[in-house]
C-alpha cells in the first residue's frame, strides 16, 4: 500500500490520501499523490479515497452506460489497470457518482475489487483499513427516485442510464442502522446543508449558482446529511460540486444538546431580498483545455410519467424529468423540487427547518421520515430507540474536494487518527483490509427482502431500528461464529476480469452497443460466504436476453480544527507524469 516495507504506526495515525472527482485521470490522480508525500516526507499512503466519478469504464461499451454526452465518451486511464497493465501504488477505494461505468458497478453492488488494489465501496458499505473504519455511500440525491427498488438492469434505458445513480432509501436504512463509531464518511453528493457550517459567504462569491439552491434546501443529499447525523464521523469527505470547501458540524450530547443547524443562518432566511447584491459570484478562470463533462448535450430526452401509490392508495403522477433545456448533469437534482428536510421519527439525530410539502407527496417518503405522531399505539406505528452510546464522537470535519485538474484543488494528504475503538493490536504497515462484522450482520438481515431488476417491485417499508435490532444482533453472532472465527473477515484478493479489456478488443472504439451484463465472482464469493441469495447472479436465460440486448491544484491548507492536518501545495495536477 505505498510502503516498501513493513513500518510502525506513529501514534496510531492512518495515512489517507483524500481526492475529489476522478473523472478517470488515475496517472495523474497517482502522481499527485506520489509528489505529495515526497514533498511532505512519507513514504507513502496507507489508502487512498476517491470521492466519486471514477469511471471505470472497461472497454467502449461501458461508455453507453455512464452518464455524459456523447461527445465528452472517453475511455480515461482506467483500461490499463483493469488489463493489468498497470497496478494502482496505492489501496484505492472509491464510491460511486453521477458520472460511472455503471454497468461495470452494477456487477459488485455489495462492494469489490474493479481492478489489483482498486476497491469500489458499492452502493453502500462500510469497510476497515487496519484501525480506520469507513463507512461509504454511492450516488446523488434524487428524491422521486429515493424509494424505487434498484430496478434498472442492462440493457438500460436512457432514464434508467440516470435513475442508476440515485441513492436509494433501501441502502441509506441500513447505514442508519449502525450502533457503533466510524471515522471516515464520505459520499459523492455533500450532505444537505453542510454548506451553512463553514465559510459559505466564500462559497457564494466563487459559486453564485449554488446559494439559491442552497437557501431554499435543494442543495445536496438529505440521505447523506442522515447518515453524517446518525454516524457522526471524525470526517466526512465528498466531492461533486468541483470546489474545495471545508465545514465543522457540532453534533452536541446524545441528549439533544446544542448543534450546528445545517440551515441558512436565521438573517439569511429571514431575508428576501439583497442577498445576492452582497454576495456576488466572482467570475472564475476558465481552462481552455478543460473538457467540462457535466454539460449535458441539447437532445431532447424523453418524458416519463410515473405513478405512484400514496398510503390512502390514490396515483400521484411524477414526472421523471420535466426540463428538456436542462444542461448541467451533475446539478440535475438541484432543478427537481424534492421534498424539504422531512420530519421523521429519529428526531434525536436530525435537525432540519419546518417542511411545508403538500401531505400526498409526504406520503410517498418512508415511514422513518414521517412527521412524528403522538399515535404510539397505531398499527402503522414506529418503535424507535435511544440514541447509541457507542456513537460517543461531537464534532466532524467536513472536506470536499475538486476534480484532478491543473490549479484545482483536489487532493489532501492527512494523518488520521482512529477514534473508533478498534481492538486491532497491529502496529506495522500495509494494514489489512477488512469487512466490518456488524455491516456484514445487517447486509444479512436485508438479503431476504432484496429484489434487483423488478421495476414493479416495491420496497419493503422502514419498520424502524427497534424492529431490526434483534435481528441484527442475532446475525453478528452468526458472523462471528461462521466468517470471524473461520478467518474470512479480511477482504480477499479475488480480482478478475468480467467484460473484455481494451486489449482483448484490440483497442476497439465501436460504441454501438451496451456490454452483456454479467456475474461476478466476487459478489458470488461474497454471498456466499454470508449464505445470502445472491439477485445478480444471472441465468442461463437471463443471460442469454443480456447478451442479445442494445440499449439505446495546488492542494491547499485546512485550518477546520486540529485534527485536520496541513496539505502540501503542488503547482498543479501532474498531467505529464503519465
Known sequence: MGSSGPSLVTKGQ???????????????????????????????????????????????????????????????DFPS??????????????????????????????????????????????????????AGMSGIWKGHDYREPHHERLPYSPNDVRSIYHVREWDTRKLLLLRSQVDVGVSHDWPQGIEWAGDWQKLFRDKGHFEPDA????????AAKQVLKRLRPKYWYSAHLHCKYAAVVEHGDQDGGQATALEPPREVEETTAGVKDTYTAEPLATNSEEIDIDLDDLEERPVEVEQQATSNGAQVDVPTETNKEEINIDLEELNHQEPPAPSEDRSNYLDHKPSTVAEELRAQLPESFRRKTNDTNGAGAIETLPFPEAIHNRTTNFLALDKCLPHRKFLQLSDVSPI?????????????????????????????????GDEKARVPRDQGEAHYRAQIDQ?????????????????????????????AQNGSQNQQQQPMEYTNSQTSTYCAMLEISNPFHLTTEADGEAEAGVGGTAVEEVTQGEEVDLDIDIPECLWDRK
Open 14 to 76: 492512518v495515512r489517507v490520501a483524500i481526492e475529489g472527482c476522478g473523472h478517470g485521470t488515475l496517472h495523474s490522480i497517482y502522481a499527485s499523490v506520489e509528489k505529495s508525500c515526497e514533498l511532505k516526507g512519507w513514504d507513502g499512503v496507507d489508502v487512498l479515497i476517491i470521492g466519486g466519478d471514477f469511471q471505470a469504464v472497461r472497454n467502449p461499451s461501458d461508455l453507453l452506460t455512464m452518464a455524459v454526452p456523447a461527445k465528452y465518451r472517453a475511455l480515461g
Open 81 to 134: 489497470y483493469y488489463s493489468g497493465a498497470r497496478k494502482a501504488p496505492y489501496l484505492t477505494l472509491f464510491v460511486g457518482g453521477n458520472h460511472e461505468a455503471s454497468s461495470h458497478l452494477f456487477e459488485l453492488y455489495y462492494g469489490g475489487w474493479v481492478a489489483p488494489n482498486i476497491y469500489y465501496l458499492g452502493a453502500a458499505n462500510v469497510v476497515w483499513v487496519g484501525p480506520l473504519r469507513i
Open 215 to 222: 437557501r431554499s434546501g435543494q442543495l445536496g443529499s438529505v
Open 420 to 452: 473508533s475503538g478498534s481492538k486491532s493490536v497491529q502496529q506495522e504497515r500495509p494494514f489489512k483490509f477488512t469487512y466490518d462484522k456488524e455491516w456484514l450482520a445487517i447486509n444479512r438481515v436485508f438479503a431476504k427482502d432484496f429484489v434487483v
Open 475 to 503: 446475525e453478528e453472532t452468526w458472523v462471528e461464529l461462521n466468517v470471524v472465527v473461520k478467518n474470512k473477515l479480511e477482504v480477499p484478493q479475488n480480482f478478475t476480469e468480467t467484460a473484455p479489456s481494451m486489449n
